[in-house]
């Protein structure tokens, strides 16, 4: 069994390859009517964990799935927290402009917007891009006025496995999720942004273990 639980996409995958071994990722993509970027996470989620074999100007073939593979238990044991870097933060009345700059500063693909201290929402690239080009006053704007809000964001927990935030990630197409504590006041649930996990952390991950 893997420990990563396959979504319909990398199923599909799966089957494709397995009737049509040796298949290149342009030919995966064309029967499943995707881009190849859009490919891209699951085939490398199938590679590291050793479901499919990619050999360079060949193809994809199936390997088989392995219980006892070594990827595949590394990221049920290793933490969130073992990973995690430190969250990009800013508060709701930062203006667009300076979300903008820290942005591309920080090299990041996503910020966490908080209030009071704690997460509130988060802005993406796409949101600011969509906020350059919809005509609005990008220097008296607050951040807090184009962000995606709490509860519609995807959080992790530091004792998370990596395979869960690994999920977390495709299924819901995000550059990164912020790992939080919880902290009760009043009966209410409140997020403590400690770190975040990205699509880079896990990469880093998978290449580490590929060396060992």
């Known amino acids: 069994m893997v420990i990563i639980q396959l979504n319909d996409r990398q199923m599909k995958i799966i ?21 190849r970027a859009t490919l891209r996470p ?24 392995d219980e006892n593979n070594i990827i595949s238990k590394k990221l049920k044991s290793k933490k969130v927290s073992e990973i995690m870097s430190i969250p990009v933060l800013l508060t709701e009345e930062t203006t667009v402009y300076n979300a903008i700059v820290t942005m591309f500063l920080e090299d ?24 350059t080009i919809g005509g609005i006053d990008i220097n008296k704007i607050p951040v807090g006025m184009i ?50 996990i990205s699509k880079t952390n896990i990469a880093r991950l998978f290449v580490e273990l590929c060396g060992e």
Request: charged letters at 25%; zero cysteines; glycine letters at 6%.
């Open 42 to 65: 699951d085939l490398a989620i199938l590679t590291m964990t050793g479901i499919l074999d990619a050999r360079p100007k060949v193809g994809y073939f199936y390997a088989g799935i």
């Open 108 to 131: 990041v693909g996503s910020i966490y917007i908080t209030n009071n201290g704690y997460l509130s929402g988060v802005v993406s690239r796409k949101d600011l891009l969509k906020s």
């Open 15 to 35: 089957e494709i390859v397995k009737e049509h071994e040796p298949i290149t990722s342009e030919q995966i993509a064309s029967m499943l009517n995707v881009t």
């Open 147 to 196: 962000m995606t809000r709490m509860p519609n964001i995807v959080l992790a927990n530091p004792n998370d496995s990596i395979s869960e935030a690994v999920k977390k990630i495709i299924d819901h197409e995000v550059d990164s999720i912020p790992v939080v504590e919880i902290e009760l006041k009043n009966e209410k649930e409140y997020y403590k942004v400690i770190g975040r």
